[in-house]
């Protein structure tokens, strides 16, 4: 299915959402306001609903004005709640609790659970991860830091293709490349950290998944064509075996970190890695332990420590590290 007849199936969902919801059903005049078509488009779309929906009842009123109305709404249950409705709802609890309004904020809350208990989940997880980040697009929620600027439209792009999943083209100019070329490319997912990474693979050019740099990006475009995900990719699996968001081959493998007794507590309560195994010592410190890649992130991250942690693997990484720690570093708190 192509991203025009995907988007007109989407719309007669809509569509049927809106005719089970409003009491006495939607008039064409409803459906052109609310989807913002011309009157010949919602003619297309009330057939189209009468189409999928052989259930939905039509009546015409006093003024000749045609109604469709769908008085069973089991399908429509199924569909759970949309992201984009539960940040909503999420907005609507932080604004009762700032002005202070107790009684909304204890049922807006109680709402919110009880649709996420309808959900299973794995979904539910999902959309409360992906209401955080619609909360941090809009202004309430931020992330301090430096990070490496994205193109709107690139992202929105990604985003898109994720979604289907569709096949896309970018333009992207690689470390050796002069500039920018074409490449049509699988989208996987994508890793944010110091810098941004599309998860991706080249279509033919082999099945290996590479990391292209979100800055590169100059634009990108859906294509016409899906394609059937991998079902073997997993897209935290992938990421643990980085550090941060940079993935090398050659940097994988065993890594070992031990805490001073003073800085123990602290180091404690970080989440290092998903996999990370932590041990105490019997002289007070700590020792991490994780597989993972990415040595100059981790050296990044260790200079914060000052001479609280000593590296007892990888040897390169304790190279990296002792070469520019410096003992008089404020170490973090």
Same mark, same amino acid.
């Given at each position: 299915m192509d991203n025009k007849r995907l988007g007109k199936a989407l719309d007669i969902m809509r569509l049927a959402e809106e005719a089970a919801a409003?009491?006495?059903?939607?008039?064409?005049?409803q459906i052109v306001d609310t989807f913002g078509v011309t009157l010949r488009t919602a003619q297309r779309m009330s057939r189209a609903l009468e189409e999928a929906f052989p259930m939905v009842q039509t009546r015409t009123d006093k003024e000749r004005r045609k109604w469709w109305q769908l008085p069973d709404s089991r399908l429509l249950h199924l569909q759970g709640i949309r992201d984009s409705e539960l940040s909503a709802l999420e907005m609507g609890i932080r604004r009762a609790e700032r002005d202070g309004a107790t009684t909304e904020v204890a049922a807006l809350t109680s709402l919110r659970n009880r649709l996420l208990a309808t959900m299973? +989940?794995?979904f539910a997880r999902r959309a409360e991860v992906d209401a955080e980040a619609v909360l941090e697009a809009r202004g309430h929620a931020c992330r301090p830091g430096p990070r490496a600027q994205y193109s709107a439209l690139v992202?929105? $792009?990604?985003?898109? $293709?994720?979604k289907g999943p569709f096949t896309m083209q970018i333009d992207y100019a690689g470390a050796q490349d002069a500039a920018p070329r074409s490449r049509a490319v699988e989208p996987y997912g994508v890793l944010f950290g110091m810098r941004g990474y599309l998860i991706a693979r080249e279509i033919d050019n082999g099945g290996k998944y590479r990391h292209f740099r979100l800055d590169r990006i100059s634009r990108a475009s859906l294509l016409q064509d899906s394609f059937v995900?991998? +079902?073997g990719f997993d897209l935290g699996r992938h990421a643990a075996k980085a550090f941060g968001s940079f993935h090398?081959?050659?940097e994988?493998? +065993?890594v070992e970190w031990r805490f001073a007794p003073a800085a123990a507590d602290v180091a404690r309560t970080f989440g290092f890695h998903p996999d990370q195994q932590v041990q105490d010592e019997a002289d007070g410190s700590l020792t991490v332990r994780f597989t993972a890649g990415g040595w100059?992130?981790?050296?990044?991250h260790l200079y914060q420590w000052g001479d609280v942690v000593d590296v007892i693997a990888p040897p390169e990484l304790r190279i990296l590290v002792e070469a520019h720690r410096r003992s008089d570093f404020p170490s973090l708190p």
């Amino acid at each position: 299915m192509d991203n025009k007849r995907l988007g007109k199936a989407l719309d007669i969902m809509r569509l049927a959402e809106e005719a089970a919801a409003r009491p006495g059903g939607i008039s064409l005049v409803q459906i052109v306001d609310t989807f913002g078509v011309t009157l010949r488009t919602a003619q297309r779309m009330s057939r189209a609903l009468e189409e999928a929906f052989p259930m939905v009842q039509t009546r015409t009123d006093k003024e000749r004005r045609k109604w469709w109305q769908l008085p069973d709404s089991r399908l429509l249950h199924l569909q759970g709640i949309r992201d984009s409705e539960l940040s909503a709802l999420e907005m609507g609890i932080r604004r009762a609790e700032r002005d202070g309004a107790t009684t909304e904020v204890a049922a807006l809350t109680s709402l919110r659970n009880r649709l996420l208990a309808t959900m299973p +989940p794995t979904f539910a997880r999902r959309a409360e991860v992906d209401a955080e980040a619609v909360l941090e697009a809009r202004g309430h929620a931020c992330r301090p830091g430096p990070r490496a600027q994205y193109s709107a439209l690139v992202l929105g $792009a990604i985003d898109n $293709a994720l979604k289907g999943p569709f096949t896309m083209q970018i333009d992207y100019a690689g470390a050796q490349d002069a500039a920018p070329r074409s490449r049509a490319v699988e989208p996987y997912g994508v890793l944010f950290g110091m810098r941004g990474y599309l998860i991706a693979r080249e279509i033919d050019n082999g099945g290996k998944y590479r990391h292209f740099r979100l800055d590169r990006i100059s634009r990108a475009s859906l294509l016409q064509d899906s394609f059937v995900r991998d +079902p073997g990719f997993d897209l935290g699996r992938h990421a643990a075996k980085a550090f941060g968001s940079f993935h090398s081959d050659d940097e994988y493998g +065993p890594v070992e970190w031990r805490f001073a007794p003073a800085a123990a507590d602290v180091a404690r309560t970080f989440g290092f890695h998903p996999d990370q195994q932590v041990q105490d010592e019997a002289d007070g410190s700590l020792t991490v332990r994780f597989t993972a890649g990415g040595w100059l992130e981790m050296a990044w991250h260790l200079y914060q420590w000052g001479d609280v942690v000593d590296v007892i693997a990888p040897p390169e990484l304790r190279i990296l590290v002792e070469a520019h720690r410096r003992s008089d570093f404020p170490s973090l708190p």
